[in-house]
């Protein structure tokens, strides 16, 4: 596989349930990030990760839990969201320090709460 | 903070005709970037064109040129021979000149529609 995938592609949960989404980069890329993009709504920066160092934390709520054990994979742990949490989460990486500001985008996972 | 606005929730045009996107964006940066990202239906969202804010120049890529305006601090996005594939939502963006990573600040989207 290339580039940037992320799984589940689309993800129905209840309020009370803990699942979780995944993305994996094949770039050799050093830094990944989380971004939600809803409805009509500008896309959202959530989390900034750098050789598996968090560096940044958008304001996010703690029901959204991010890991990153490798530069490679990156994680969105999610436990007792809300129905506004509903959204597409879209994985993306980059070169940690490079300038073009070139992100690559994985196709998104497509979450539902209930 | 940086903000940038996008005007046009949506927009069509008639295939092999010019469409022009707007983009306007509020920094008190004097170096950064700016990008046109273009994320087709069900698909990867992809970079189409950026330019850096030094650059008198506008960018080109190949039927996507931009107009960069620094004073009014304004950067659309002209595309050219319009083509059935070009319908997609389309997001400006932007980036601080600094080595804080890849950050960018979104624009809301225009989604554009090609018609045959």
């Known amino acids: ?114 | 903070a940086q903000t940038v606005t996008q005007s046009q929730p949506e927009m069509s045009v008639q295939e092999a005709e010019t469409v022009t996107l707007s983009c306007t964006y509020d920094t008190s940066e004097s170096n950064y970037y700016l990008f046109w990202y273009k994320q087709p239906p069900s698909r990867q969202m992809i970079l189409v064109i950026r330019q850096e804010a030094y650059k008198q120049q506008n960018a080109t890529e190949n039927r996507f040129s931009v107009n960069f305006q620094k004073a009014a601090k304004s950067f659309s996005l002209k595309i050219s021979d319009s083509q059935l594939g070009d319908t997609a939502m389309y997001f400006c963006a932007f980036r601080k000149d600094n080595n804080a990573g890849n950050m960018l600040t979104f624009g809301g989207g225009t989604r554009l529609m090609v018609k045959p």
């Open chain 1, 1 to 114: 596989e290339t580039g940037v995938t992320q799984t589940p592609r689309h993800l129905v949960m209840g309020m009370t349930n803990k699942k979780s989404l995944k993305c994996e980069q094949h770039l050799g890329h050093n830094a990944m990030y989380w971004y939600k993009q809803s409805a009509k709504k500008p896309l959202e920066l959530m989390f900034v990760y750098n050789f598996k160092e968090q560096t940044e934390n958008n304001s996010v709520p703690s029901r959204f839990s991010p890991e990153c054990p490798n530069s490679s994979h990156l994680f969105l742990h999610l436990h007792t969201l809300q129905p506004e949490d509903s959204a597409l989460y879209l994985c993306a990486s980059s070169q940690d320090t490079g300038r073009t500001g070139e992100l690559f985008f994985g196709e998104g996972s497509r979450l539902t709460v209930l």
